[in-house]
């Protein structure tokens, strides 16, 4: 390769329940083409060191809000679009690597592993000779097939997310290194070593936060792998807990080129982890959700606003957004129907019909509603109510549209499709001052880093829905046992021995232990 390397950009991701009856569609991908997936990753423009090492050619890249599986329709839709835009890219030249952007916890009707299905498919069109990195969620699952399938893969290492951009920049970045080593290597194309190492372990996000311990340990002993010579990355996947799957597990995967190092950095990694797998627990307090009421209530000025986590029904986790659970639990206590009550926000509930009644009669005017449970009514109907229209805002990426109304003391946010709140302008966009308002609660399980530094107290409530966090009264039945928690107790030891995982295009031939 006498030019810069050509590294074709093409990935899906969508954190997907198979808890929940809610379906996603192609459009919820927002997919970029093109030059479009420059404007989302500034680190691979033309006048960065990365974007003048390779010639970055965009095929398409999507990512959903989590939600539930995946249409298999939607899916094919936008899969075949990123096969047709890469023999395009083909077509005008030789592709020599692939940045794979992916979750890694994406279901679709009817296939199992998509992430490997997808990238077996881009395979037979980019040649079995092109290098691919895979960056994902560490919430993402790492099948034996799909660690075979990359050349490359890492995830990050901090939850809450606060390494994104800085993962899938790795990523590139070591495939650029790696396309300039087989440059310069005579055999030409060189692949690296990878030991990927299964855990029996599956468990929440909520449970494995890397602020606290023993994920905060664990999480701290990548970098020291990952600078022993001889490897190139080391990741961990705790693996995502609300689909069931048989790939649905934590990992953990080193790279680098002496086999040695690499097996030893996975098989330390992988002992620490499970040497603390009993020690999981939730980020914050738990309890019923009327527990966390009762709480918030009896806490002191100090505690407030005090923040409760709607957990059962998190979007940003899979659920499907629109459970009336908790709001109609909340509107139920006396404590709150009366506008002199403890003023609370609640966030949210989807009801487009709510929504544009609000619209029509305007700020200040008093309607009656019905919002919620229009996709998921397991666990509640739909619920009416009536109030005061307090805000609206148009043009959300996630709502479309949103309105605030005042119920006594609450101030529900309604919105026409789900959305998750993550930031203060999400309350303060719509009149609402969380910093004042003695309860905030949130479709969320932990607390997102802006939410978290303004709660001075939190509960997370143990609530139902989709991503209940509560897995196993779920009910999976394809995940591998022996799995904590779902076992409490194993026959034997875990095998966390370095399993050497090729690298190639071709099938597998033995199993996915």
Not at 31 to 52: E, N, V, W
Not at 296 to 321: H, M, Q
Not at 364 to 380: C, M
Not at 396 to 423: C, R, W
Request: glycine share 8%; with cysteine; aromatic share 8%.
């Amino acid at each position: 390769m006498s030019q810069p390397p050509t590294i074709a950009i093409a990935g899906l991701s969508c954190e997907t329940s198979t808890f929940t009856p809610s379906r996603t569609l192609a459009p919820a991908f927002h997919p970029l083409r093109g030059a479009q997936i420059f404007d989302k990753y500034a680190f691979l423009r033309p006048d960065t060191s990365l974007g003048k090492a390779a010639q970055w050619e965009g095929a398409l890249i999507g990512h959903a809000m989590p939600g539930g599986v995946v249409a298999r329709d939607a899916f094919e839709e936008l899969a075949g679009e990123i096969i047709e835009r890469l023999e395009e890219i083909c077509e005008e030249g030789p592709v020599h690597g692939l940045w794979y952007d992916i979750h890694g916890a994406m279901v679709v009707e009817g296939l199992d592993d998509i992430e490997a299905v997808l990238l077996h498919r881009i395979r037979k069109v980019t040649g079995p000779d092109v290098l691919v990195s895979a960056s994902m969620d560490l919430h993402g699952n790492v099948s034996r097939e799909l660690a075979h399938q990359t050349d490359l893969i890492t995830c990050y290492r901090t939850a809450p997310h606060i390494d994104v951009l800085e993962t899938r920049e790795r990523a590139c970045r070591n495939l650029v290194n790696l396309l300039n080593k087989s440059k310069s290597d005579a055999s030409g194309i060189i692949r690296p070593i990878k030991a990927w190492v299964p855990l029996p372990v599956l468990l929440p996000g909520e449970q494995t936060s890397t602020r606290l311990e023993p994920a905060k340990h664990i999480y701290d002993a990548i970098p020291g792998v990952e600078a022993t010579d001889g490897v190139t990355d080391a990741a961990i996947w705790v693996g995502y807990a609300w689909a069931d799957e048989p790939r649905n597990r934590a990992a953990v995967v080193v790279t680098g080129w002496d086999q040695t190092a690499v097996c030893n950095g996975a098989e330390h990694l992988a002992r620490i982890f499970w040497a603390s797998h009993r020690a999981f627990a939730f980020v914050a307090p738990t309890g019923s959700f009327s527990q966390c009421l009762d709480a918030a209530l009896s806490s002191g000025a100090e505690s407030r606003p005090y923040f409760i986590s709607d957990s059962g029904d998190n979007p940003t986790a899979g659920g499907s957004g629109d459970v009336s659970w908790g709001l109609t639990q909340l509107l139920s206590r006396p404590e709150f129907q009366k506008p002199s009550g403890p003023t609370v926000i609640y966030a949210s509930v989807p009801g487009p019909d709510a929504v544009h009644a609000a619209i029509a009669a305007g700020i200040g005017a008093t309607v009656t509603v019905t919002a919620g449970a229009e996709i998921d009514h397991i666990h509640a109907g739909p619920l009416t109510m009536t109030g005061l229209v307090h805000a609206i805002k148009h043009g959300d990426k996630y709502a479309i549209v949103e309105i605030v109304l005042q119920i006594g003391s609450v101030f529900a946010i309604l919105t026409q499709n789900p959305k998750p709140y993550h930031h203060e302008h999400d309350f303060t966009d719509l009149n609402l001052a969380p910093r004042s308002a003695d309860i905030v609660i949130v479709k969320i399980g932990y607390l997102e880093p802006e939410l978290y530094d303004m709660a001075k107290g939190w509960m997370l409530g143990l609530t139902p829905g989709g991503v209940d966090q509560d897995i196993v009264r779920l009910g999976h039945h394809r995940i591998r046992r022996p799995m904590f928690p779902f076992d409490r107790e194993f026959p034997s030891e875990p095998d966390l021995s370095a399993r050497i995982i090729s690298s190639s295009n071709v099938e597998l031939t033995g199993p996915d232990e």
